[in-house]
């Protein structure tokens, strides 16, 4: 769209066209203006692109946010402008229907990343600004979306994404919107974007972790657009099929830019070049990005037309425990325990909650990454303590987190007794993270809408075995109360069970009453339990308590945390809090 366009080489006056004639900025570079402006002109640029042989054609609205339109002082009209820009594209639909009436078309409603970045930061000497918020993309995305709905759109493409944070805030604007039931349900489609051989997007995500932070919106199809051009986007597209069930979409450059910004690939050579995505089965949906004209795009039809499209494999997110920092962390059957770090707590370890109070973030991230390098594989954050602001303090760690590459490259805890602390962090996060905590103690409704948001920002859930009476203790008041838990978020709100992770409590033993002797038997078989009734749902534990009889008893101590991991993993114990320094061998034992 954006090539075809610059060559119809209209002047500030046509962009202004009669409703804008005295604006008082300028206009020409705003491209999505001209759905207003010069409609006509549009039309038959999508025209073009359907009688070349496109099945998808996209709106005109890659700027359409309010954000984007701040730039030439157009905030006013965005709703509008996305209604026309959808209308346009669905004019043009519905023209060619009576032309081909065996082969629909549809239009994809363009949803740009915005010239703002969530989770990068825009200066180098101060790692706590940031240019936009969370809420402020969601707020600006859920106009748009509107707008894109009411004018037609078949389907809602969050393209070009190169900060997976905005993604996640144009999915978290689109699930809102569609939850209010105001709307029915459109097919969404993700395509991000690489920069260079790393196979990296701008934010510093793989290809892996990107596809592990959006699953929670299931996207009918995600791939890769933008960025090179096609003869160098071979190897990341295969690591997004081999990782994805949802479907494949590739539409590239057509090469790399010259010097004077112009695209050299022409259409007999890309088409030559993305054959090879169709012969090898790795996409269902190709096309063009920048410098793409329907020459090109009649081309790549022509040429991938008897390919059969890509056959998705297994949902991993169906079947294994998957987070993401800047990378993913893949749980599965076969894979050992999962060590979450204690020490970044502000409630757990002091020396965290001095350099927090005292803003020394370097030091903090030091931690964090000590941790990492003894073996955790989780970073666990809980800001709450009484000099804190925690939401400020929440949001400032992730700032600082993300110029650390060695430490977000892990998948983040959050933890909070305070819910819009926990929020706090969740809008600062590119990564699918892990909440920490919810539970039934203030009923079913509260449960479920906690769920519903963590669902939403497409996280997993710690749940703390609690209900309104308290701390259970005995396997059938655990087990109890892990079915409503389970039943609630899987049948209520549709949670995917592999996201769901049950802290069961581990009991100190040994504390004088006999009762309290065989805690640590009794947490061994609740773990059986969950895993033979609750598919999917994964189990925690914090081990501190369990020794605390004998505190200061240190070898005593060590001893009983490892015997107690053995025998708790080999029941099916997946993760927990631990200091792998601490533990001792278990065939070391006397």
Not at 293 to 309: E, Q, R, S, V
Not at 505 to 522: C, F, Q, V, W
């Amino acid at each position: 769209m954006g090539t075809e366009i610059q060559n119809l080489r209209l002047s500030e006056k046509e962009f202004r066209g009669e409703r804008f004639k005295d604006h008082h900025k300028d206009l020409k570079s705003d491209l999505d203006l001209l759905v207003l402006t010069q409609p006509t002109a549009i039309y038959k640029i999508h025209l073009d692109y359907l009688l070349a042989g496109a099945d998808f054609i996209e709106t005109n609205s890659f700027s359409g946010t309010s954000i984007a339109q701040s730039e030439y002082g157009m905030e006013a009209i965005v709703y509008e402008l996305n209604k026309a820009a959808a209308k346009i594209a669905r004019d043009a639909c519905v023209d060619m229907l009576k032309v081909t009436p065996d082969r629909p078309r549809f239009v994809c409603g363009g949803i740009g990343p915005t010239n703002r970045t969530c989770s990068m930061r825009p200066s180098v000497d101060n790692s706590n600004f940031c240019n936009i918020t969370f809420d402020e993309l969601v707020v600006a995305y859920t106009e748009q979306t509107r707008g894109l709905l009411d004018g037609g759109a078949d389907i809602l493409l969050v393209e070009t994404v190169f900060d997976t944070l905005n993604a996640k805030a144009a999915l978290f604007a689109i699930e809102t919107i569609f939850d209010d039931g105001v709307y029915e349900r459109v097919p969404v489609f993700v395509s991000g974007t690489i920069i260079d051989e790393s196979g990296r997007t701008p934010s510093g995500q793989t290809a892996e972790a990107f596809i592990t932070s959006v699953a929670h919106a299931e996207p009918m199809a995600v791939g890769l657009n933008c960025a090179f051009g096609s003869n160098q986007m071979l190897p990341f597209l295969q690591s997004i099929a081999n990782f994805t069930s949802s479907k494949v979409i590739c539409y590239p450059n057509a090469g790399l830019p010259n010097a004077l910004g112009e695209y050299e690939e022409t259409p007999e050579i890309m088409a030559k070049n993305v054959s090879v995505f169709a012969c090898k089965g790795l996409v269902n949906i190709l096309g063009g990005c920048c410098g793409t004209t329907p020459a090109h795009i009649k081309a790549i039809y022509n040429a991938c037309k008897d390919y059969k499209p890509r056959v998705p494999g297994p949902n991993i997110f169906k079947r294994s425990f998957v987070l993401s920092g800047l990378e993913p962390l893949i749980y599965n059957d076969s894979s050992k325990f999962l060590t979450i770090g204690k020490p970044c707590n502000v409630a757990g370890l002091s020396e965290f909650a001095d350099h927090i109070i005292i803003d020394e973030h370097k030091e903090v991230l030091a931690i964090a990454h000590a941790q990492i390098e003894n073996g955790c594989q989780i970073i666990n954050i809980n800001m709450d303590e009484g000099m804190l602001d925690g939401e400020a303090a929440m949001s400032k760690f992730f700032n600082y987190l993300s110029s650390e590459p060695d430490v977000a490259k892990v998948p983040i805890m959050i933890g909070s007794s305070n819910f819009s602390v926990i929020e706090a962090g969740l809008k600062c996060a590119q990564g699918k993270c892990i909440v920490n905590s919810i539970n039934l103690k203030e009923g079913e409704a509260n449960f479920l809408n906690k769920g519903k948001i963590i669902k939403r920002y497409g996280a997993a859930v710690v749940i703390v075995v609690f209900a309104g009476d308290g701390q259970a203790v005995e396997c059938a008041d655990n087990l109890q109360i892990c079915e409503r838990s389970y039943r609630l978020l899987v049948d209520k709100i549709g949670f995917n069970p592999n996201n769901i992770v049950f802290d069961l409590n581990i009991l100190t033993t040994y504390a004088g009453m006999e009762e309290h002797s065989n805690y640590g038997d009794k947490f061994i078989q609740i773990i059986r339990d969950i895993k033979s009734k609750f598919p999917g749902a994964k189990t925690s534990g914090g081990m501190s308590d369990l020794s605390f009889s004998f505190h200061g008893m240190e070898k005593m101590r060590q001893a009983m945390y490892s015997v107690f991991l053995y025998r708790a993993i080999r029941a099916g114990m997946d993760m927990g809090i631990a200091n792998a320094e601490f533990l001792t061998i278990y065939n070391d034992i006397p």
